[in-house]
């Protein structure tokens, strides 16, 4: 009988599933979608029981053409980082979390960083203080929602929820951990100077395992309900940038990953912690035992094209629609026949404020050079290449740090693009590789469930064995040289526009 390893990678909008053989070859995925809710402007929430439908949905597609549901051997979770899990002493979800995404925390991150002061957040933490990340949630429930903070048993991340429906235990991972900026990244462990400085009670806090760890065997009613046995073995897994990581064999220094979800990722494995709370970059864990990484973040990478797609993209939608061709393909197709630069168009892709390296919640996206002798194609160029610039920006700070740079490997949606390869390589002067497998996230934390369940004696052993990598293209000397140029103007712009965003954001309309 064979041997298989489940993957599940816990997203914003979706949870997908990757179920592989030990050798690496993915046998079948599945996915199921759920919804996003804004109750305010900057909230962003959802509900966990959504998730765990998702999670359900996801693996018996995945796992429905198997003979026999004892040949899972291993799962492990990749999910969303930074979310608030509040469950009582019941084990129930108290209100719905608060997700990466939700700025509502500004006022909570000041406070942070009144109480704790720069050199405790630098030693301590080495990260900036940031809405998105957890401990704020933390802090704006206790100020604005006392009779739910005073119900709070246990905070879980998004993922470890999961793991906790699954197996019965509370707990978390070093990855995971990292985001919540209530973890000392050099020494894996949760911060008791951070903690007690904000006041607030270490039994909250779940144990922390390594990536590779082993939770528990799946609980029989789960089992049945997932179409899996109870043998299945649940592994720590790790946060999705993390275990995308692992999934793209990004594990040593000199390599970059570059992500193109709805956010934007430039990720740097590192062999010690740096600390880099300037800039909104980040200093994490890495899913592989005693690595780190440094990364940078933008908010709206793939979700500016989306909203290009969703409010210029009609006609490529309704083509699309008629050929089975996928509109992103159409669009991409017509920003190629443009010159580089989008003839004097440049996009600001700041639609829900940005994190790297501006760290404003008010910031918003901006056409700068607009004519009327653009069109649709003109647009949509200068947003992916808006993008690609906002990716540069972390790219430049993590190089600053004097890590080289011997290869670029580029994943999520926008990689499968050869056009936007292209122009990454451009920008960044480097040629451009992709791995085989399109969901590095849950790619990833199927390796680790590999590594926990001993089929694999480390994450170094599970990326030799499954990652395979394809050349997707070279820089060219006249592109790079335009880039630049076009680049130097992108990267002038957010200064001259701060105050403004800031002015605009305290408008009363």
Known sequence: MDTYLLGLDLGTSATKAVLLTGDGEVISTGKATYP?????????????????????????????GLGGSDEVKALALSGQMHGSVFLNSSG????????????????????????????????????????????????????????????????????????????????TETSDAAGTVLFNVSERTWSKEVISGLGLDTSILPPVLESTEPVGKLKQEVAKELGLSEDVLVVAGGADNACSAVGNGV??????????????????????????????????????????????????????????????????????????????DLITAEARGVPIGAERLIFLPYLNGERTPHADPNARGVFFGLSDKHGREHLARSVIEGITFGLRDSMELVSGFGLPRN????????????????????????PVNRTSVSEGPGFGAALLAGVGAGIYESVEEAVDTAVRVNRVAEPTGRAVDKYNELYGIYKSMYGALANKFSDLANLEL
């Open 251 to 328: 594990l040593n220094e000199g390599q970059y990953l570059i992500s193109i979800g709805s956010s934007g990722v430039v990720l740097a494995p590192t062999e010690s912690t740096y600390a880099a709370p300037e800039d909104g970059l980040h200093s994490f864990n890495h899913s592989a035992p005693e690595r780190w990484y440094l990364m940078g973040v933008m908010l709206s990478a793939g979700l500016s094209l989306r909203w290009y797609r969703d409010k210029f993209g009609r006609f490529e939608k309704e083509v699309a629609s008629l050929t089975g061709d996928d509109p992103y």
């Open 407 to 430: 290869e670029i490997r580029i994943t999520g949606g926008g990689s499968k693009s050869s056009f936007w390869a292209q122009v990454i390589a451009d920008n960044f002067d480097s």
């Open 36 to 64: 996003l809710n804004r109750p305010q402007e900057g909230w962003a929430e959802q509900d966990p029981e959504d998730w765990w439908k998702g999670v359900v949905g996801a693996t018996r597609e995945a796992t429905t």
């Open 92 to 171: 129930e979800v108290i209100r719905p979390p608060l997700l990466w995404n939700d700025t509502r925390t500004t006022a909570q991150c000041r406070e942070m960083e009144e109480r704790l002061g720069l050199e405790t957040i630098k030693a301590k933490l080495g990260n900036p203080i940031l809405e998105g990340f957890t401990a704020p949630k933390l802090l704006w429930l206790r100020e604005n929602e006392r009779d739910n903070y005073e119900e709070l048993d246990t905070l879980l991340l998004p993922k470890d929820y999961i793991v906790y429906r699954m197996t019965g235990r509370t707990v």
